[in-house]
């Protein structure tokens, strides 16, 4: 079953028809390399196949973790950077309430989030919280290695402790982490935390349907099952148009973004008209910027929430530089209702409104920002889901998933690897003296002129 609709026609101006019917054949035989792992990075491809591999004994030992948690904390900090954060924070930011730190009644741990930054601030601050609630720690790094998640899990497992003490910290920690390797690894099995496993073959950005994801979404008090189910339904009507060689919406917007990117728009914006998939265009950044930006190619992702950025970047887009184009995630159904009350005096001049949803509204900024912007040149794909669920969260990630790893291949990219990443942090580890880059700090402090802070 599919629930994903895309829209081209707004695109149609600005590329060659037949051009956009090869890429999409093109996008047709690098599915095949993928699903053959014919292609790069192929021992990366666990991500396929995952909604249907993972195990119910999986499932319940997530849930089964996430409930005991519930029972005894207010609060779970999740620990991760990257692919071992963003998509569980695009998941609960999309499902849960806007401000569900303040409701009075809450059922659920709230999920806050460490190891994200360096921020001395951030961290201070919350640990002030901390000390007044009832708290729990999800650790996550692939690598086990990660300043960042690394720094974080060393002050929080530094305060747990003293808080509840040796052994019941070890009872609030849960680690998930490669399944041999790793500084994280090593010290879950000293300490003896619970303990998930990222698996081999699923890349960091590629790892919200394991327990990565998994994990921190179930605390929040959402249905990992239906997320599970929608990305499974999805892979499956892939696999069946595929095989009955139907063009589906992953071929298409593969095809369409390529085909914008060689008409000289190196630039794609996720649009979305809904704050709460503010962080779902974070994931989708991360998703498609470390796949592929790479060997000096690669469309740069951008994201921006309407209406509140068209009052702040709205003048560029509609009119500046033309090498953008828009990606839209529009939504048919909110999950709520609520309608503008008429008013007697209608000083503010609002009545032509009375009656109708804010969701019609919304849908109007949208329908008018797209013309607008096409005709200010900048081409738009339209998404759209009919509301924002578990199932239909799981249709999208898996269909930028896949739609991700096909879109790489055809710009000739591994869409698997980030070597790029390594840039920053090795200039970090010699500017800190980290054992074993003493010829680097060397380096690195002539070229800045002093030792660093
Ligand atoms: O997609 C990726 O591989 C990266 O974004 C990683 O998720 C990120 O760097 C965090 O790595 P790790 O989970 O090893 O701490």
């Known amino acids: 079953m599919n629930n994903i609709r895309i829209e081209l026609s707004n695109i149609m101006g600005f590329i060659v028809e037949k051009d956009l019917a090869s890429l999409q054949q093109s996008a047709s035989n690098q599915y095949q390399n993928l699903i053959n792992k014919t292609g790069q990075g192929n021992e990366f491809l666990g991500w396929i196949t995952l909604p249907g591999d993972i195990s119910d004994n999986m499932i319940d030992d997530i849930i089964n973790v996430a409930e005991t948690i519930s029972t005894k904390t207010e609060i779970m900090v999740v620990i991760g950077i990257g692919g071992s954060y963003l998509g569980a924070r695009a998941v609960i930011e999309a499902l849960g309430h806007s401000f569900y730190e303040l409701q009075e009644q809450q059922e659920h741990p709230l999920v806050l989030f460490a190891g994200q930054n360096i921020s001395e601030k951030y961290l201070t601050d919350l640990l002030h919280i901390l000390d007044k609630k009832e708290y729990a720690i999800t650790v996550i790094s692939k690598s086990g290695t990660t300043t960042e998640p690394a720094i974080a899990f060393r002050i929080l497992k530094n ?15 849960i680690a998930i982490t490669d399944k041999e390797k790793g500084a994280l690894k090593q010290l879950a099995d000293e300490e003896g935390y619970k303990t998930f496993v990222v698996p081999d073959d699923v890349g960091g950005r590629y790892s ?6 998994l994990l921190p979404i179930a605390v929040a008090g959402f249905d990992i099952r239906k997320l599970l189910k929608g ?34 728009k190196k630039i794609e914006m996720m649009i979305s008209y809904d704050p709460e998939l503010f962080y779902f265009t974070e994931w989708w950044k991360q998703l498609y910027g470390e796949s592929e930006g790479k060997e000096g190619k690669g469309i740069f992702p951008a994201g921006a929430s309407f209406t509140t950025d068209l009052h702040s970047m709205g003048q560029y887009i509609q009119d500046g530089e033309r090498h953008i184009f828009e990606t839209v995630i529009s939504v048919d159904k909110p999950v709520s209702e609520l309608r503008i009350p008429s008013d007697e005096n209608n000083l503010d001049k609002l009545n032509y409104l009375a009656g109708k949803r804010i969701h019609e509204v919304n849908i109007m900024a949208e329908t008018g920002t797209i013309l607008a ?3 200010g040149n900048v081409p738009n794909i339209k998404i759209s889901i009919p509301e924002i669920s578990e199932y239909n969260l799981g249709q999208l990630i898996y269909f930028f998933e896949m ?13 698997f690897d980030q070597p790029g990443v390594e840039a920053y942090k090795n200039n970090m580890f010699a500017l800190l003296g980290k054992p074993g880059y003493e010829k680097e700090t060397e380096t690195i402090r002539k070229r800045i002129g002093h030792e660093g802070p």
């Open 208 to 213: 919200v349907l394991t327990p990565v994801g």
């Open 231 to 264: 990305a499974k339904d999805f892979w499956e009507y892939i696999s069946k148009s595929m095989v009955d060689n139907d063009l589906n919406p992953v071929l298409e917007y593969a095809a369409a973004r390529n085909a914008l990117y060689q008409t000289g």
């Open 373 to 375: 912007h096409v005709d």
């Open 159 to 173: 305060h747990l402790e003293h808080k509840y003490g040796v052994q019941e910290a070890r009872h609030r920690i």
């Open 403 to 415: 739609a991700c790893g096909i879109s790489g291949y055809m710009l000739g990219v591994n869409p």
